[in-house]
């Protein structure tokens, strides 16, 4: 299995929501990665998990609340978003932190309402 | 992270070479890469260079790197309607550091 899958594709959202985007890989890959991309913009980091510990956090607000329950998952919980929090939300996975080889996910397609 | 600067718009006609252009600021960048993005789309791997090369050829894609000048440019030859997209540059950095996207070129092939 070569692949990062994440869920949902696609996830509308009201502002009072809880939901969770998880991103999954299976190919012994020990960072994970969080990344938020607007529309016509690059994809920005947010959160990088090592070894299934929080080594990054790029001063994400707290409404956003990654978790690593074990070395193939990765989550992202979020809790009363702002419509300017609309994105594709991507997943990705290296050997390690840094290292040659990225694998994305497809994103999923957040829209807060 | 380090700036990844890139020319925002190019526009060719079908069956020229397009040449995008990326400089970067980490001279310790260990990869460089370019990912096409269509829209509405994830990101596409298209190829990666290691920073101990000049040059990289991959069927219609080419890749020059000026490590002196921090200067990365994609050549892709006879350009075609559905190589029109987002073509980002990325870089990884010495240290562990994460992947660092440049701002993105969006190519327009004229028919």
């Known amino acids: 299995d070569t692949e990062v899958t994440q869920t949902p594709k696609h996830l509308v959202m009201g502002m009072t929501n809880k939901k969770s985007l998880k991103c999954e890989q299976h190919?012994?890959?020990?960072?994970m990665y969080w990344y938020k991309q607007k529309a016509k913009k690059p994809p920005e980091l947010m959160f990088v998990?090592?070894?299934?510990?929080?080594?990054i956090n790029e001063s994400v607000p707290s409404r956003f609340s990654p978790e690593c329950p074990n070395s193939s998952l990765l989550n992202l919980h979020l809790h009363a978003l702002q419509p300017e929090d609309s994105a594709l939300y991507l997943c990705?996975?290296?050997?390690?932190?840094?290292?040659?080889?990225?694998?994305f996910g497809s994103g999923t397609r957040l829209t807060v309402v | 992270g380090e700036d990844v600067e890139q020319s925002l718009f190019l526009s060719v006609r079908e069956g020229d070479s397009s040449v995008i252009n990326c400089t970067y600021t980490?001279?310790?960048?260990?990869?460089l890469y370019w990912y096409k993005q269509e829209p509405g789309a994830g990101l596409q791997l298209l190829t990666y260079?290691?920073?101990?090369?000049d040059m990289k050829q991959d069927q219609r894609l080419t890749v020059l790197l000026n490590k002196k000048d921090k200067h990365l440019s994609l050549r892709i030859a006879d350009t075609q309607t559905g190589d029109s997209a987002i073509y980002f540059c990325?870089?990884?950095?010495?240290?562990?550091?994460?992947?660092?996207f440049g701002k993105g070129t969006r190519l327009s092939v004229i028919a």
């Open positions: 998990y090592s070894y299934e510990k929080l080594s």
């Open positions: 990705a996975s290296s050997q390690v932190t840094g290292s040659h080889g990225y694998t």
């Open positions: 990325a870089e990884i950095g010495a240290g562990n550091t994460p992947l660092v």
């Open positions: 980490d001279s310790s960048s260990t990869y």
């Open positions: 260079i290691f920073s101990n090369m």
């Open positions: 190919m012994g890959h020990r960072a």
